[in-house]
């Protein structure tokens, strides 16, 4: 059991697998976090457009 347990442990077959993953979430993580602020930014701008059109109308 113990040699079972040695054997996996320096098998390193599925590593290649594991870091691409961590990579992927890495890359997804990225554009996630940012989502609310540019939402934000985009928001407030509509808002300064339409309240600029507003006033000069």
Request: include cysteine.
């Amino acid at each position: 059991m113990v040699d079972t347990f040695k054997r996996l442990y320096r098998d390193a077959n599925g590593q290649d697998l594991v870091e691409y993953a961590l990579l992927l979430a890495l890359f997804c993580l990225g554009p996630v976090a940012t989502m609310k602020t540019l939402a934000n930014y985009i928001a407030n701008s509509f808002t300064t457009v339409g309240s600029t059109l507003t006033s000069s109308v």
